[in-house]
T-cell receptor, first 118, second 113 residues
Framework: GAGVSQSPSNKVTEKGKDVELRCDPISGHTALYWYRQSLGQGLEFLIYFQGNSAPDKSGLPSDRFSAERTGGSVSTLTIQRTQQEDSAVYLC????????????????FGPGTRLTVL | AQTVTQSQPEMSVQEAETVTLSCTYDTSESDYYLFWYKQPPSRQMILVIRQEAYKQQNATENRFSVNFQKAAKSFSLKISDSQLGDAAMYFCAYRNTGNQFYFGTGTSLTVIP
């Protein structure tokens, strides 16, 4: 079956512009996560959606960052007034959450969007 | 909050040899799940192996195995018969029962032909 997809794969923008990054999770996966990975670094948690519950936004670095998930499927991460420090790879992952919390429910990752802010 | 520590930023191994990547974590929970992910230069994160905290038996997936020491909060990955395709960044991850994931900073593995 289809995996997690993200678009665009690369995005170059100018400082101060807004950008939208899209994530299509695996069909039926109720949980969706966004991470930021700076060059050569680990994964920085940004936001987590689980079903119809209020999202966990505790990782968003500033109010310039927001995300939504429509219809429990596709998610969009929006960065307003981009700064050069926003340059990174943005990864999306989804998880089934079947039998949660007592099952593996590993994350399946998309290929990421590489954002470059000039 | 839980933390995951990978103390080896870089490791190298000769092709066909064995290498062990270390991972420790900090938690007060008794039920949790542990994972190793591989990220090759293509950026695609791939699940390598997983372990349930309440299972004492170490997980094994072909050439990949773990040494899970719950009391020591240690979860190391052993790669046997290393292949050139194993070269990648490896991330250790912890999932709590709230479905929150915590990742280490990664270990970059080089396989020397």
């Amino acid at each position: 079956g289809a995996g997690v997809s993200q678009s665009p794969s690369n995005k170059v923008t100018e400082k101060g512009k807004d950008v939208e990054l899209r994530c299509d999770p695996i069909s039926g996966h109720t949980a969706l996560y966004w991470y930021r990975q700076s060059l050569g670094q680990g994964l920085e948690f940004l936001i987590y959606f689980q079903g119809n519950s209020a999202p966990d936004k505790s990782g968003l670095p500033s109010d310039r960052f927001s995300a939504e998930r429509t219809g429990g499927s596709v998610s969009t991460l929006t960065i307003q007034r981009t700064q050069q420090e926003d340059s990174a790879v943005y990864l999306c992952a989804s998880s089934l959450l079947a039998g949660a919390p007592y099952s593996y429910n590993e994350q399946f990752f998309g290929p990421g969007t590489r954002l470059t802010v000039l | 909050a839980q933390t995951v520590t990978q103390s080896q930023p870089e490791m190298s191994v000769q092709e066909a040899e064995t290498v062990t990547l270390s991972c420790t974590y900090d938690t007060s929970e008794s039920d949790y799940y542990l994972f190793w992910y591989k990220q090759p230069p293509s950026r695609q994160m791939i699940l390598v192996i997983r372990q349930e905290a309440y299972k004492q038996q170490n997980a094994t997936e072909n050439r990949f195995s773990v040494n899970f020491q719950k009391a020591a909060k240690s979860f190391s990955l052993k790669i046997s018969d290393s292949q050139l395709g194993d070269a990648a960044m490896y991330f250790c991850a912890y999932r709590n029962t709230g479905n929150q994931f915590y990742f280490g900073t990664g270990t970059s593995l080089t396989v020397i032909p």
